[in-house]
């Protein structure tokens, strides 16, 4: 079974200060996802990550696949209030046409 | 093009009564996704169709769980009966591509009490 482990659960901090959450797998996968979850919303597409150490930057997000594409991470600069949410990685099973989650960063940034 | 529908977006029951969620997917995906996300985790799959077949139902607790997919478009989710810990967040996801493209609807937030 394919898992995804997702650090820290919760965070909060103040409006301007750096961040970074890490996904992290024992196991190899093809590529992986980032998912933002807003209250009372369904997960929506941040970024998809397909090769080993492959960098991809949206905004004051940056994103980064493992060499090994086992692990990625997710940092955000200067982050503002807009950035709350819960943030999931997410990557498919082998084999199969479905995603599996890890348990989400639950991030508040405090004005 | 718009997005994944859902229905209701909230349900109230009392434990052993029975539930039902509607999704209609996104025109043209072929692949339907309905998740279960407990609050403070991730979704776990419970059911994936491709048209209107059962792809993988392995997670889904078949003693309370069903769900259809008819003429291959819209879905639906039922629970008989339902117990406390099936409070959650249902949420339908449709695909055009596997796990390429996937769109999410807004859920629906089921209270067991």
């Known amino acids: 079974t394919q898992l995804l482990e997702q650090s820290p659960q919760f965070l909060s901090i103040q409006e301007g200060e750096n961040l970074t959450v890490y996904c992290n797998s024992s196991?190899?996968?093809?590529?992986l996802q980032w998912y933002r979850q807003e209250p009372g919303e369904g997960p929506v597409l941040l970024v998809t990550v397909v090769t080993g150490g492959e960098v991809k930057k949206l905004k004051r997000l940056t994103f980064q696949f493992g060499d090994a594409r086992k692990d990625s991470s997710l940092h955000i600069t200067a982050a503002q209030p807009g950035d709350t949410g819960l943030y999931l990685c997410a990557g498919p099973t082998q084999g199969a046409q479905k995603l599996v989650f890890g348990q989400g960063t639950r991030l508040t940034i405090n004005p | 093009e718009a997005g994944v529908a859902q229905s209701p977006r909230y349900k109230i029951i009392e434990k052993r009564q029975s539930v039902a969620f509607w999704c209609n997917p996104i025109s043209g995906h072929a692949t339907l996704y309905w998740y279960q996300q407990i609050l403070g985790q991730g979704p776990k799959l419970l059911i994936q169709f491709q048209n209107n077949g059962v792809v993988d139902d392995s997670q889904l607790p078949k003693d309370r769980f069903s769900a259809e997919r008819l003429k291959g478009v819209d879905s639906t989710l039922k629970i008989q009966p339902a117990k406390l810990e099936d409070s959650a967040v249902y949420l339908c996801?449709?695909?055009?591509?596997?796990?390429?493209?996937?769109?999410f609807g807004s859920g629906t937030r089921l209270t067991v009490v």
């Open positions: 996801a449709s695909s055009r591509a596997g796990v390429y493209g996937y769109t």
């Open positions: 196991s190899v996968f093809s590529s």
